[in-house]
């Protein structure tokens, strides 16, 4: 079946600890993205990538970083300048079409907490 | 900033009503999104519904899109059970989604 994978579902990080976040799709979808999720908001977006070496800042991006080196995978990387990092973290991705109308299709997060 | 801001915050019904929330937002966009999200999952697309677009089906979903008012609403009807969840409207601005803080929805049996 085709989807989003992360991993892992639960992630405790320790001050001045980077952490990465795995994020793997197999619907061959170009565009990617990152969203972070805190409780009773909204998603914010993080990072998104709409080809291969390739990506962009979203609205939170200070304390994060991505790399987009193959098309099926778009790491989180949580950095220690991050410092309010709990949060539940979504990824998603979707086909990039020419109206630029297409729905995003979700993982089912990685939950990141501060030890 | 949030563009989409969802109306009720939460809203808590019966098996077999009908659950309406609405959704408004600031600036203009290319299309307006409706999501699911049940608790401690990912998000679940339901509907997208283009700029020149005013109305939409899809099983028991209907959403209206108003561009001169800047809101949409969706509307589930005969809910059930498994409807319980969190519902997020998102507005695309060239393929940027920004998301409204949600409608929490519980139904009851």
Excluded at chain 1, 41 to 62: H, M, P, T, W
Excluded at chain 2, 62 to 70: M, N, Q, Y
Aim: proline share 3%.
């Amino acid at each position: 079946d085709g989807g989003i994978t992360q991993s892992p579902k639960y992630l405790f990080r320790k001050e001045g600890q980077n952490v990465t976040l795995s994020c793997e799709q197999n619907l061959n979808h170009d565009a990617m993205y990152w969203y972070r999720q805190d409780p009773g908001q909204g998603l914010r977006l993080i990072y998104y990538s709409q080809i291969v070496n390739d990506f962009q800042k979203g609205d939170i991006a200070e304390g994060y970083s991505v790399s987009r080196e193959k098309k099926e995978s778009f790491p989180l990387t949580v950095t220690s300048a991050q410092k309010n990092p709990t949060a539940f973290y979504l990824c998603a991705s979707s086909i990039v079409g020419q109206a630029w109308g297409q729905p995003q299709h979700f993982g089912d997060g990685t939950r990141l907490s501060i030890l | 900033s949030q563009q989409g801001e969802e109306d009720p915050q939460a809203l808590s019904i019966q098996e077999g009503e009908n659950a309406t929330m609405n959704c408004s937002y600031k600036t203009s966009i290319n299309n307006l999104q409706w999501y699911r999200q049940n608790s401690g999952r990912g998000l679940v697309h339901l509907i997208l519904i283009r700029s020149n677009e005013r109305e939409k089906h899809s099983g028991r979903l209907r959403v209206t899109l108003d561009t001169s008012k800047k809101s949409s609403s969706l509307l589930i009807t005969a809910s059930r059970a498994a409807d319980t969840a969190s519902y997020f409207c998102a507005t695309d601005s060239w393929g940027k989604l920004q998301f409204g803080a949600g409608t929490q929805v519980v139904v009851t049996p």
